[in-house]
C-alpha cells in the first residue's frame, strides 16, 4: 500500500541527547514535511523540502535539523539544542508544494 | 504562519444530530482543506476546496470555500459515534506551508 511512515511510534530522549525520527514515503511525492503537534495546539511547522537535497525552516526550526538525501525519506533530528522537545510529531508529504498533503501516524516524544 | 481562527473549541452532540464549524482567517486563501484527527494517530484529509463558492461533499460531509475566501466552512450530517475526533482546518495563503486551525474536538454520545 502507498503510505507515509513513521517510525518509531514512541521515542524516549535523554538530557543531552540527539534522537533521529524516521519518515518515508512511497507516494512518489515531491514535498514533504515536518510538524510540531502539542496538546490542544495546531500543527506548527518545523521544516519543509520541495525536492532532493534541497529544503526550508519553518515556524519553529530552532532545534531542528532535517536532510533530503532522497525523495522517499526526510529524516528529522531533535536535537540537545531543543529544550522542549515532548511533543507528538507529524511527517506529510504532497505531490508538490501546493497540493493537498497528507500525513504519517507521527512519533511521540518524550524526555526521561 | 498565520494561525487560524477555527470554531468551536469542541462540541458535544446526540448521535444523529447535524453539526457544523467554521474557519477563518485575515487574509485570502488559495486553498482550503478539512482534517479528522483520531487520538495518538495523523490527520488524514476529508475534503479539499480549491476555489471561491466551491461546495463540495464527501458522503455525510459538506464543506465550502468562502466566496470572500477568507473562511470555510464544514458540516457533519446524522452523526455517528465514529465521527469522534478533532477536525482541523488548513489552508494554503501562499507558497507551500500550510496553516492550520486549533481544531474542533468532537464528542457523540448515544
Known amino acids: 500500500d502507498g503510505g507515509i511512515t513513521q517510525s518509531p511510534k514512541y521515542l524516549f530522549r535523554k538530557e543531552g541527547q540527539n534522537v533521529t525520527l524516521s519518515c518515508e514515503q512511497n507516494?512518489?511525492?515531491?514535498?514533504m514535511y515536518w510538524y510540531r503537534q502539542d496538546p490542544g495546539q495546531g500543527l506548527r511547522l518545523i521544516y519543509y523540502s520541495q525536492i532532493v537535497n534541497d529544503f526550508q525552516k519553518g515556524d519553529i526550526a530552532e532545534g531542528y535539523s532535517v536532510s533530503r538525501e532522497k525523495k522517499e525519506s526526510f529524516p528529522l533530528t531533535v536535537t540537545s539544542a531543543q529544550k522542549n522537545p515532548t511533543a507528538f510529531y507529524l511527517c506529510?508529504?504532497?505531490?508538490?508544494?501546493?497540493?493537498?498533503?497528507?500525513f504519517g501516524d507521527g512519533t511521540r516524544l518524550s524526555i526521561l | 504562519g498565520q494561525q487560524l481562527n477555527q470554531s468551536p473549541q469542541s462540541m458535544f452532540i446526540q448521535e444523529g444530530e447535524d453539526v457544523s464549524m467554521n474557519c477563518t482567517s485575515s487574509s485570502i486563501f488559495n486553498t482550503w482543506l478539512w482534517y479528522k484527527q483520531d487520538p495518538g494517530e495523523g490527520p488524514v484529509l476529508l475534503i479539499a476546496l480549491y476555489k471561491a463558492g466551491e461546495l463540495t461533499s464527501n458522503g455525510r460531509l459538506t464543506a465550502q470555500f468562502g466566496i470572500t475566501r477568507k473562511d470555510s466552512f464544514l458540516n457533519i450530517s446524522a452523526s455517528i459515534p465514529s465521527d469522534v475526533g478533532i477536525y482541523f482546518c488548513a489552508g494554503h495563503e501562499s507558497g507551500y506551508a500550510l496553516n492550520f486551525g486549533k481544531g474542533t474536538s468532537l464528542l457523540v454520545t448515544p
Open positions: 506529510a508529504s504532497s505531490r508538490t508544494g501546493s497540493q493537498p498533503q497528507h
Open positions: 507516494l512518489n511525492h515531491d514535498a
